[in-house]
């Protein structure tokens, strides 16, 4: 029988991954550095735990020892990817994530000749981002095979959770990210807008650099690729002029302040919260002829899609022949989404 690992439930979304394996039957070893939180959590779930955080690198690949694979949901990412990526090529360990930040695709793809060496899958993103967008961006290659331009979307009022709030503090001064003519480029906040129907009528978008600006073009080889969000006028405006002093977000007590301040008051949607509330997916690809097409699909909440999606990817990765690095849709199928019970 494979032993796996959830890395972070303790957090937000690695309990509701912990809670839902465990009604599915699955029994994974339940793990993070917060000893109190974890003993409770395998006890109260019947499970394993371990306790143990990633700063200490040399020990790290004996916590993994007999390990067939992690399922890292212990943000931000940015600080935590690289050191559990590491230790997991170092102890044959498949390595899956529910990260949506790009600079972690981007680390994670530059280890692929050594995951291949070490007979392991690193795939991150199997969660809310990016399951669905990476399943609709292959869809649409698929519609239109000389694509030259993609853009995604997504509508989706599940708020944010502790760990992607900070994630998203931590984004706001570097601004935005888009792919242009293969290449990643930073770009403002808010630096493009257009009107979408993602699906329940048109609205105000914004570009946001959201993880299929790296995964998509994996995925596709489509070399130009944008991302947006539904934004007010008013959000638009205030980010446009935050870009002028985007540089002080970066300062180290600005980012702790604004961090503190979302462990006192950011908790994640309830249950109850996250029951009424779809995502709507809406994508459009261009090429040089000047065609274009679009799809829309319609999800559950990205927190609930997140469980599901996280849960089916450990199912498909233990099962799996194949090693290196891989999107959600390339590992599987860009039919992936259609299987969760959403």
């Known amino acids: 029988m494979n032993k796996w690992m959830i890395y972070g439930a303790n ?7 912990a809670r839902k394996a465990v009604e599915k039957g699955f029994t994974p070893i339940v793990a993070g550095r917060n000893t109190d939180k974890i003993t409770a959590l395998a006890n109260e779930l019947n499970l394993q735990s371990q306790v143990f955080d990633l700063s200490n690198r040399s020990a790290l690949g004996k916590q993994l020892k007999d390990v067939d694979l992690v399922l890292h949901s212990a943000g931000p990412f940015s600080q935590t990817a690289e050191p559990m990526i590491k230790a997991c090529l170092a102890s044959n360990t498949h390595y899956l994530d529910i990260t949506g930040e ?21 795939c991150p993103g199997v969660g809310f981002d990016v399951i669905p967008t990476d399943c609709l961006a292959s869809q649409l290659k698929e519609i239109m095979p000389d694509a030259t331009h993609l853009a995604l979307g997504f509508d989706s009022k599940s708020g944010f959770s502790p760990g992607t709030a900070k994630t998203s503090v931590e984004g706001l001064s570097q ?13 403002p906040l808010a630096y493009k807008t257009r009107k979408i129907d993602f699906g329940g009528g048109e609205k105000l978008a914004m ?12 995925t596709t080889n489509i070399a130009n690729i944008e991302v947006y969000i539904p934004a007010s006028p008013n959000l638009v405006k205030k980010l446009k002029k ?56 319609e999800t559950c909440n990205g927190y609930s899609l997140t469980v599901l999606g996280s849960l089916k990817m450990v199912e498909n990765t233990l099962a799996t022949k194949k090693s290196g690095y891989f999107t959600p849709s390339t590992l599987v199928n860009n039919k ?5 019970d959403c």
Not at 11 to 17: F, V
Not at 102 to 122: D, N, P, T, Y
Not at 207 to 218: K, L
């Open 11 to 17: 957090g937000y979304s690695g309990e509701l991954i």
């Open 207 to 218: 570009t946001i650099p959201w993880g299929d600006v790296s995964t998509a073009h994996f």
């Open 175 to 187: 601004g935005g990210r888009v792919r242009k003519d293969g290449k990643i480029i930073q770009v």
């Open 102 to 122: 790009i600079a972690v695709f981007e680390l994670a793809k530059s280890f692929h000749k050594q995951a291949q060496e070490s007979g392991v899958v690193l």
């Open 336 to 340: 992936l989404l259609e299987d969760l």
């Open 242 to 297: 935050m870009n002028y002093i985007r540089f002080v977000l970066g300062f180290g007590f600005v980012q702790n302040f604004m961090k503190k301040r979302i462990e006192k008051t950011v908790k994640g949607p309830s249950e109850k919260a996250r029951a009424k509330l779809n995502t709507y997916l809406w994508g459009e690809v261009k090429n040089n002829k000047g065609e274009s097409k679009q799809l829309k699909l």
